[in-house]
């Protein structure tokens, strides 16, 4: 049984717009049960490393996937996935960049940094929401990840 405090998505977004409509098609597919919004990255890097805010929170608290933007304020999303991968406790954990970025070199270099999958937003109100309830589905449900 899950604990009220265990997170299975982590959704690092600014936009309030990308916010609402991941929300929306998370909850329509009954994915967002045990989903956490940040606004930017530092507040992502304090949930996952129990800091700050998040101080309280306990680090075994399972996260399944971090679905991060990579335009975001006070600390990028690259250097949010470096310190990811940093992290002896965290660098397993799967990531999945959501972006509008079509930038080579930021594919390029997210993959570097070890990200598992980089999805380019679209912009269409249902191919968007469709691209949400994939990666759902795809990392909440048949995705087979080691434990962290």
């Known amino acids: 049984m899950k604990s009220?405090?265990?997170i299975e998505i982590l959704l690092v977004e600014d936009n309030p717009n990308d916010v609402e409509l991941t929300l929306h098609t998370l909850e329509k597919h009954k994915f967002a049960n045990l989903l956490h919004v940040v606004r930017d990255g530092e507040e992502a890097l304090d949930f996952?490393?129990?800091r700050g805010l998040y101080e309280r929170r306990h680090p075994n608290h399972s996260t399944k996937v971090v679905l991060l933007d990579l335009?975001?304020?006070k600390v990028d999303g690259l250097e949010v996935l470096?310190?990811?991968r940093a992290n002896e406790q965290t660098r397993r954990l799967p990531v999945v960049i959501m972006t509008s970025s079509r930038e080579e070199r930021?594919?390029?270099e997210s993959y570097k940094l070890g990200v598992n999958s980089y999805i380019v937003k679209p912009v269409d109100?249902?191919?968007f929401s469709?691209?949400?309830?994939?990666?759902?589905?795809?990392?909440?449900?048949?995705?087979?990840?080691?434990?962290?």
């Open 48 to 50: 996952l490393f129990c």
């Open 82 to 84: 470096r310190q990811i």
């Open 4 to 6: 009220e405090h265990e």
């Open 125 to 127: 109100f249902e191919q």
């Open 106 to 108: 930021d594919v390029i």
């Open 71 to 73: 335009k975001l304020p």
């Open 130 to 148: 469709e691209a949400v309830r994939q990666v759902g589905c795809y990392w909440l449900l048949l995705n087979q990840p080691p434990r962290l």
